[in-house]
C-alpha cells in the first residue's frame, strides 16, 4: 500500500513537471517564431489567424500540395481494382496484373520515361533470383548487385538517356515529375525482399506456425497478424513476374512505404486482410485527419524547421537551441506520421496490411532501441529480418549494429551528414546494449534495489534522450561540421546549466515513461 500510495504520489508530481515544462516550450516557441519570422526562410502565407505557414520541408510541402490529386488517384486505383476484383472473382495473379497494370499507369505519370530504368533493373533482379536464388553464394549476388544499383542510381542522378546515344536523348525531356531514383531506394528493399524470401522458400523454417497461433491474441481470435503473413511460406507459383512486379510497383505502398516483405504482401492477394474491420479502417482515416490539423497548426505558430534550415543557431541561447531541436525533432515525428500513415490508409483500404511505422511517439521512447523500432518501425522490421538476423543476430549484436545504421545510412542518401548521424548512433548504443546486458544477467530482488534499478534506468534514459537528440541534429540539421559548435556552446557557463536542467526533465520524462509501462501493463493482465 505504502508503495502504491508512493507512485501514485510520484505520478502527480511528474504529470504536474511535465505540465509546466511543455507550458514554457510552447510559450518560448511562440515568442521565437513572433520575433524571428522575418529573418526565416521557406514561410508562406496561411489560412489560420493570418499567420504565416511553415513549408520549408521539401517532402512536407510536396506531400501537402499533392494530398487532392493523390487521393483522387488512389480513389481511382481503389475503386478500379475492388470492381474488377469481385466482378471477375480475381485471386493472386489476376489481381497482380490489374494492380500492375494501374500502378505502371501511376508511375508512367510520375517518372514519365525512366519508367524504363524501373522495369529493366527489376527484370535483371528477377532473372538474378529465378537463376541463381537456390544457389550457394546467392546472398552475395543479391546484395552486390542491389547496393550497386542503389549506389550508382544516386551518383548519376537517375542517368541519362543521352548518355545511351544522340538517338536516346529527346526521352530526357519527358522524365515525368517526380525524381524516379528516389522513390527507387524503397524499391531496392523490395527486390532484396522477393530475392532473400524465394532463397529461403526451400530452406528449413523454424517458425512454430501452430505454437505461434496459440500464443498471437489476433491469430487465435480467427485473424492473421502481420508475423504470421510474413513467417509462412507462400506457395511457389507466387514467385511470378506478374505477382513481383506488382509487389515492386504497388502505388499505395510506392512512394514512401510503410515496407512490406515480398511474403507478406503475396499471402493477401488471394483474399484481402482481416485483421482491421472496414469500421476501424474508416477511424484510421479520421485519425490521420486530426494529426493533419495538428500538423497545421504546429506549421501555422511554431516555425521549428524554417528556424533549422535558416541556420540562425548562432543567433539563439542554448536553452533556445534546444527549444528549436526539441521541435524539430517533433515536427519530423509529426510529418513522417503522416505522410506513412497517409499511404498505409489507401494499401488498407485496398485489403493490403502494412506494418505501422510511428507506432509510438517520440516522446514516449527512452532508449535508443525502442526509439528505432517504434520510429521506421517497418524498416526495423525489415532489417531484422533481412540484415540482422542473417548477419548472427544478437550473437554479434555490437558488430550487426555498425553494418545496420551504416547501411541505413546509404540507403537513404550519400552525404556524410548522414553516416555521422549513422555512426554516433552507433557509439551511443553500445553502452546502452552493455548495460542492458549487465542488468538482465543480475537478478533484481527487494523493494529497495527494485527502486535504486528503476532510478539508475531513469538516469540512463535521461542520457540516452540527451545522445539520441544530438545524434539527430547532427545526421538531419547542423551536419558534421557543427558538433565543435554545438559542444562549445553547451560548455559554456550558461549552457552547462542548461544542459543540467535538461537531464533533469529527461530524467522526469523517463520516470513518467515508466509509470505509462506499468499502466499498459496491467491493463494487459486484467484484460
Known amino acids: ?17 511535465a505540465a509546466v515544462f511543455y507550458t514554457i516550450v510552447v510559450r518560448r516557441s511562440l515568442q521565437l517564431s513572433h520575433d524571428h519570422y522575418a529573418k526565416l526562410y521557406g514561410l508562406r502565407p496561411g489560412w489560420i489567424a493570418g499567420r504565416f505557414n511553415d513549408a520549408s520541408d521539401a517532402q512536407w510541402r510536396n506531400l501537402r500540395g499533392n494530398i487532392p490529386i493523390l487521393t483522387m488517384v488512389f480513389g481511382i486505383f481503389t475503386l478500379v481494382a475492388n470492381v474488377l476484383r469481385t466482378s471477375f472473382s480475381l485471386k493472386a495473379k489476376g489481381m497482380a496484373i490489374v494492380w500492375s497494370l494501374i500502378s505502371l499507369a501511376y508511375l508512367l505519370y510520375l517518372h514519365g520515361a525512366c519508367i524504363m530504368f524501373i522495369v529493366a533493373i527489376a527484370s535483371v533482379n528477377f532473372f538474378l533470383v529465378k537463376i541463381l536464388g537456390r544457389t550457394k553464394y546467392f546472398s552475395y549476388v543479391l546484395w552486390i548487385f542491389n547496393l550497386s544499383c542503389l549506389i550508382c542510381n544516386r551518383i548519376y542522378e537517375g542517368y541519362q538517356f543521352s548518355s545511351f546515344g544522340e538517338r536516346w536523348a529527346y526521352l530526357d525531356n519527358y522524365r515525368g515529375t517526380f525524381r524516379w531514383h528516389i522513390c527507387f531506394n524503397f524499391v531496392v528493399l523490395r527486390m532484396i525482399s522477393f530475392g532473400c524470401d524465394y532463397h529461403w522458400a526451400d530452406k528449413h523454417n523454424h517458425f512454430d506456425q501452430k505454437k505461434h497461433i496459440q500464443r498471437c491474441d489476433q491469430c487465435s481470435s480467427g485473424k492473421t497478424c502481420y508475423q504470421l503473413l ?40 488471394d483474399s484481402p486482410q482481416n485483421i482491421y474491420s472496414s469500421r476501424e479502417v474508416a477511424l484510421y482515416g479520421f485519425r490521420w485527419v486530426f494529426s493533419l490539423f495538428l500538423m497545421e497548426l504546429m506549421s501555422h505558430f511554431l516555425y521549428y ?12 541561447s542554448p536553452m533556445d537551441i534546444f527549444i528549436i531541436g526539441y521541435g524539430v525533432l517533433n515536427f519530423m515525428w509529426l510529418k513522417f506520421l503522416l505522410i506513412w500513415r497517409y499511404f498505409r490508409f489507401w494499401s488498407l483500404v485496398n485489403g493490403i496490411v502494412a506494418p505501422e511505422n510511428m507506432p509510438r511517439c517520440v516522446n514516449n521512447c527512452h532508449n535508443l532501441e525502442s526509439f528505432w523500432k517504434n520510429w521506421h518501425a517497418s524498416f526495423n522490421k525489415w532489417l531484422v529480418r533481412y540484415v540482422y538476423i542473417p548477419l548472427g543476430g544478437s550473437q554479434k549484436k555490437l558488430l550487426n549494429v555498425w553494418v545496420v545504421f551504416t547501411f541505413v545510412a546509404v540507403w537513404h542518401d550519400l552525404e556524410w551528414k548522414l553516416l555521422s548521424w549513422a555512426w554516433l548512433t552507433c557509439i551511443f548504443f553500445i553502452p546502452e546494449m552493455l548495460v542492458k546486458s549487465a542488468a538482465n544477467a543480475v537478478k533484481v530482488e527487494g523493494a529497495f534495489r527494485e527502486f535504486v534499478f528503476r532510478e539508475l534506468s531513469a538516469v540512463a534514459g535521461a542520457i540516452t534522450i540527451t545522445c539520441l537528440m544530438v545524434a539527430n541534429l547532427v545526421g538531419f540539421v547542423i551536419g558534421p561540421s557543427g558538433i565543435n559548435w554545438l559542444f562549445s556552446r553547451f560548455l559554456q557557463k550558461e549552457g552547462l546549466s542548461t544542459l543540467g536542467g535538461l537531464l533533469i526533465t529527461f530524467y522526469v520524462g523517463t520516470k513518467l515513461m515508466f509509470h505509462i509501462s506499468d499502466a499498459k501493463r496491467t491493463k494487459e493482465r486484467t484484460s
Open 305 to 316: 524547421n524554417a528556424f533549422a534550415i535558416s541556420g540562425m543557431w548562432n543567433q539563439l
Open 1 to 17: 500500500m505504502k508503495s502504491s500510495s508512493w507512485q501514485q504520489k510520484e505520478l502527480i508530481f511528474l504529470v504536474l513537471y
Open 230 to 269: 510474413q513467417e509462412r511460406r507462400v506457395t511457389n507459383d507466387k514467385f511470378s513476374f506478374p505477382i513481383y512486379l506488382c509487389y515492386l510497383t504497388y502505388a499505395p505502398l510506392y512512394i514512401a512505404g510503410p515496407i512490406i516483405s515480398f511474403n507478406a504482401f503475396a499471402s493477401q492477394l
